[in-house]
Each structure stands twice: as structure tokens, then as C-alpha cells.
């Protein structure tokens, strides 16, 4: 039901974004996922399993984790108070348009 409703989710992007020209998946989404994203003609790549002794920075992970880490700083965001998909958007874009000014 879930691998459903990702492939659902990321189709509806594809068509609303056209410029995406693929994604980044678990380990999870391997085989499933991975054919759907590639029969839409675009990229995906499946990150490898994380090593179980030690810690280690994933790149890409890193730059989402930090992006929702800014985001929790923001009252409007913190708090999902939205009903509409398009309101959080335009919160998410404002607060980070926030964070940036404050950064010059």
C-alpha cells in the first residue's frame, strides 16, 4: 500500500515538475520503485545500506535533514496547521526566503 502511494506521490510530481530529472531511495525501494522511476524515463539512486558499526555522514541526507532542521525553526512550519498542499509550500519557500535574508 505504501510503494502505491510513493509511486503515486513521485508520478504527481514528475507532471506537476517536469524538470525533475530523478530521486534518491533507500535501500527499500529497491527493484519496485526503482522500475517505475525508470519506465517515466527518469534517474534514481538506491543508497546503500548503512554500515552497522560506526557513523558515517550521507551527503544528500545531510542537505534534507538540515533543510527540515531550518524549516522546525519556523512557528508557521513547526506546527502543521495547513489543510491545503500548496499552503505549507508557499510557508516552507517563505521561511526559507526568511533564513537566506537574515544570512546577508
Given amino acids: 500500500m505504501i ?5 503515486k506521490v513521485f ?10 530529472e530523478g530521486c534518491c531511495a533507500d535501500e ?6 526503482e522500475n517505475f522511476v525508470l519506465s517515466l524515463g ?5 543508497s546503500e545500506k548503512i554500515k552497522p558499526k560506526g557513523w558515517a555522514v550521507l551527503p544528500q541526507r545531510w542537505v534534507v535533514e538540515r533543510t527540515f532542521a531550518w524549516a522546525n525553526n519556523s512557528r508557521r512550519i513547526s506546527k502543521d496547521y ?3 498542499t500548496s ?15 537574515k544570512r546577508l
Fill in 42 to 46: 527518469k534517474t534514481i539512486k538506491i
Fill in 82 to 84: 495547513k489543510i491545503l
Fill in 28 to 33: 527499500d525501494y529497491r527493484k519496485t520503485f
Fill in 11 to 20: 508520478k504527481e510530481a514528475a507532471e506537476k515538475y517536469p524538470t525533475i
Fill in 3 to 7: 510503494r502505491l502511494q510513493v509511486e
Fill in 87 to 101: 499552503s505549507m509550500e508557499n510557508m516552507f519557500m517563505i521561511s526559507h526566503l526568511h533564513t537566506l535574508l
